[in-house]
């Protein structure tokens, strides 16, 4: 039986819950010597640490990252910023490979606020997120940490109520529950698009308009076809510029993003520009710098999509989720 997860136990019915919502910002729960709890609180993103949250007498949710990106620190902000814009008090467990050695986060940082995969497996979580990796155009089977993520992906089918995938961690889930392949593109994804919603009425896409826009950053895609025609997986949204962008299974406890919602107003100029100054070949990302001009400050426009489309899958693991949070089950 499922319940409420994050108020007290006692007075609460949906109108409080509402009105909660709107007066209110519950915060993430992260430890105050993490690089992101300085530069969310001077964004005035509500951040709580351990001490404080102990003190409220609710149940947060507990919502678990595997963060794959090179970016560590950054990719950790982008998160924790769209995670901490809800009523709902979310309690931060950040997740590395113990089978993979990262060259990219800074020194200790990884071995200080993360913990190995392997000492989650018994225990039980709200939410949990897979991010993407620069990984895409291997064979997963290549990936160095391809046994280690699968086993957390199997564990997260009866230990987690709902799974969040983005980017290469979309295609590697689809890939791995559903036998979905990836296939390369032509030429690199790369640019803000507009995607459309196939399914209006449903939890996730609560407030959205009819079109939106949101970051892609890929050289593969998932074949379409082979999602489409699985009956346990739905396509919410898409685009004929990028393909399928958002998919659902199990009644919207698996959630596969392919773009990157969560990144910041300067992510795609960051890597345009790092690319160039590597010599690579890369396009000027599309519908990002005013008038295609990589001088020019880029204008974000996604932002408020993203913060709805997270808050939107927040309320969904609350509302879903047992408050016995052991009485998950597959």
């Known amino acids: 039986m499922s319940h409420p997860s994050a108020l007290a136990t006692g007075f609460q019915p949906l109108l409080f819950f509402s009105v909660f919502a709107i007066l209110f910002a519950m915060p993430i729960k992260i430890p105050k010597s993490l690089p992101a709890f300085d ?33 560590t620190v950054v990719t950790e902000i982008q998160l924790l910023r769209l995670l901490g814009n809800s009523p709902l008090q979310v309690d931060i467990t950040l997740i590395r490979m113990s089978s993979h050695e990262s060259r990219n986060a800074p020194p200790g940082h990884l071995e200080k606020f993360y913990v190995d995969s392997r000492s989650i497996l018994n ?51 689809l890939y791995y529950h559903y036998g ?16 459309s919603v196939n399914e209006r009425f449903t939890t996730l896409f609560r407030g959205f308009d009819d079109e939106f ?54 992510t795609l100029d960051r890597e345009y ?13 599309k519908n990002y710098y005013p008038h295609d001009d990589p001088d020019k400050t880029p204008v974000v426009r996604w932002r408020a999509h993203a913060h709805l489309f997270f808050s939107n899958w927040l309320n969904f693991v609350y509302q879903g989720t047992p408050y016995n949070i052991k009485e998950i089950e597959e």
């Not at 001077?42 to 003190?55: G, K, L, N, Q």
């Not at 979580?125 to 291997?138: H, S």
């Not at 230990?159 to 889930?173: F, K």
Request: glycine share 6%.
């Open 39 to 71: 530069a969310l609180s001077e964004e005035r993103v509500f951040v709580m640490t351990h001490e404080r949250a102990i003190h409220q007498d609710i149940r947060p949710l507990k919502v678990a990252i595997v963060n794959l990106m090179p970016t």
């Open 273 to 285: 520009k790092r690319d160039v100054g590597k010599g690579l070949p890369i396009a000027i990302p």
């Open 123 to 173: 225990e039980f979580f709200d939410g949990l997120i897979i991010t993407g990796a620069p990984v895409e155009t291997l064979p997963f089977e290549e990936v160095d940490y391809w046994d280690e993520l699968t086993r957390l992906m199997n564990w997260s089918k009866t230990r987690v109520w709902s799974t969040l995938h983005i980017c290469w961690g979309a295609q590697a889930g």
């Open 213 to 266: 826009l949101a970051p892609q950053s890929r050289h593969t895609t998932s074949d379409r076809d082979k999602i489409a025609a699985a009956p346990w997986l739905a396509i919410q949204s898409e685009s004929e510029d990028t393909g399928v962008f958002i998919v659902t299974a199990r009644e919207g406890r698996e959630v596969y993003v392919t773009g990157h919602l969560e990144y910041d107003s300067l």
């Open 180 to 195: 979905v392949p990836k296939m390369p593109l032509p030429q690199k994804l790369f640019g803000i698009f507009p995607h």
